[in-house]
T-cell receptor, first 113, second 115 residues
Framework: NAGVTQTPKFRILKIGQSMTLQCAQD?????MYWYRQDPGMGLKLIYY???????DKGEVPNGYNVSRSTTEDFPLRLELAAPSQTSVYFC????????????FGNGTRLTVT | AQTVTQSQPEMSVQEAETVTLSCTYDTSESDYYLFWYKQPPSRQMILVIRQEAYKQQNATENRFSVNFQKAAKSFSLKISDSQLGDAAMYFC????????????FGKGTKLTVNP
């Protein structure tokens, strides 16, 4: 079982460049999430989706965009990368049933210089 | 909005001993879920234990148990017989019942296990 797969694992961007972080899950989960993790700050929600075609902003959405055209995929787009976007990014999914946990990908470490 | 507070940025424990990590949360809801996640140096987020607010019985998973005090809005994690592999960041998380099911995380506690 692959679970939640994130690519790439590492990336270095120059200021102003754009990129897409890929996320795919094979558990048929309706709910998907993007979090960022900064040192000493826990995980903060960027965007989430409760199903294909439905997305919504989380706590820190500025500078990012998402789309959800299929149940399996939930890519995160960074436009005009800034140093403040240097972080570790996690994608997660959930079935949404009562106490079902979030299943996380292994993260992408992004550095913007 | 709900908030989760982990007041111990770092903790340490001797191998084979017991340690308790603290977590408090703020909510006006009566039904919700609480989780502890472990993040080792590999960066992977691993579910340790979960608790449903409507259940009075504290959850237990092998050497991991929680002390859930609903009235005090407290959800501490106890690790018994600590092992070197328990060394990691530990995150407490809150989830509302229904809606988007998103988790709200605390800032984490770094646990060191000394041999």
């Amino acid at each position: 079982n692959a679970g939640v797969t994130q690519t790439p694992k590492f990336r270095i961007l120059k200021i102003g460049q754009s990129m897409t972080l890929q996320c795919a899950q094979d558990m048929n989960h309706n709910y998907m999430y993007w979090y960022r993790q900064d040192p000493g700050m826990g995980l903060k929600l960027i965007y989430y989706s409760v199903g294909a075609g439905i997305t919504d902003k989380g706590e820190v959405p500025n500078g990012y965009n998402v789309s959800r055209s299929t149940t399996e995929d939930f890519p995160l787009r960074l436009e005009l990368a800034a140093p403040s976007q240097t972080s570790v990014y996690f994608c997660a999914s959930s079935s949404g049933y009562r106490n079902s946990p979030l299943h996380f990908g292994n993260g992408t470490r992004l550095t913007v210089t | 909005a709900q908030t989760v507070t982990q007041s111990q940025p770092e903790m340490s424990v001797q191998e084979a001993e017991t340690v308790t990590l603290s977590c408090t949360y703020d909510t006006s809801e009566s039904d919700y879920y609480l989780f502890w996640y472990k993040q080792p140096p590999s960066r992977q987020m691993i579910l340790v234990i979960r608790q449903e607010a409507y259940k009075q019985q504290n959850a237990t998973e092998n050497r991991f148990s929680v002390n859930f005090q609903k009235a005090a809005k407290s959800f501490s994690l106890k690790i018994s017989d600590s092992q070197l592999g328990d060394a990691a960041m530990y995150f407490c998380a809150y989830r509302s019942q229904g809606g988007s099911e998103k988790l709200v995380f605390g800032k984490g506690t770094k646990l060191t296990v000394n041999p």
